[in-house]
């Protein structure tokens, strides 16, 4: 048995979590070496050394596969998503969840992020994606309990608030990328999503 998030797993739950990463593992190397075009559920399943079958146990499309990654970004400490008692507060609590992404995608490096903030990455649609731990789910869900509450208001909608977001952070995951990580990511994210959130939330 194995531990995982606290969890015990059996022989074949961790078989088939390391069979997962595996796939991952293959996708994330293709990405950084020959980018998205390369990134085929035929190459991906070569490099892995897995079969197809194997692949469509665990991901339903190569972009369901690169949604992965999201779900795999270490967690906030719940306790800074706490109900907030002000706008302040709150806009802290975000900051902090797009800082931790900002990490991560650092630690993924320039290559991966590059090929993977694509148009052709259907993973990205908000229009289709499924509810997984995406930043900007966990962001619009923490917002609507304040709302809700009525610790923090809004000048506008929630739907609002997280497409100025998720357009916001993609443009300093954008900036980054072009400058080859040679930015200051962590201070241009908190800049810019504090100028906004200043704006929007009382």
Not at 39 to 49: M, R, T
Not at 146 to 173: C, F, K, P, Q, Y
Not at 185 to 195: A, P, T, V
Request: charged share 25%.
């Amino acid at each position: 048995m194995k531990e995982t998030n606290g969890q015990t797993l059996s022989k074949q739950q961790q078989k088939s979590l390391e069979t997962k990463n595996r796939i991952f593992s293959a996708a994330k190397s293709i990405l950084q070496r020959k980018g998205y075009d390369a990134l085929s559920i035929k190459n991906i399943c070569e490099e892995a050394g897995v079969s197809n079958g194997s692949f469509y146990h665990h991901f339903k499309t190569k972009d369901d596969l690169l949604s992965y990654y999201i779900e795999e970004q270490p967690t906030i400490d719940p306790d800074c998503l706490e109900l907030p008692e002000n706008a302040a507060e709150a806009k802290r609590a975000i900051i902090l969840v797009y800082l931790n992404y900002v990490s991560y995608c650092k630690e993924l490096g320039v290559a991966f992020i590059s090929n993977y903030y694509t148009p052709k990455n259907q993973a990205l649609n908000p229009a289709i994606r499924t509810k997984r731990p995406y930043p900007i789910v966990t962001v619009t869900d923490y917002l609507a309990r304040a709302l809700e509450a009525g610790t923090v208001s809004a000048s506008l909608s929630l739907d609002e608030i997280s497409t100025d977001i998720r357009m916001i952070v993609i443009g300093n995951v954008f900036e980054w990328c072009l400058r080859d990580g040679n930015t200051d990511f962590d201070g241009n994210m908190e800049r810019s999503l504090g100028k906004y959130l200043d704006s929007v939330l009382k």
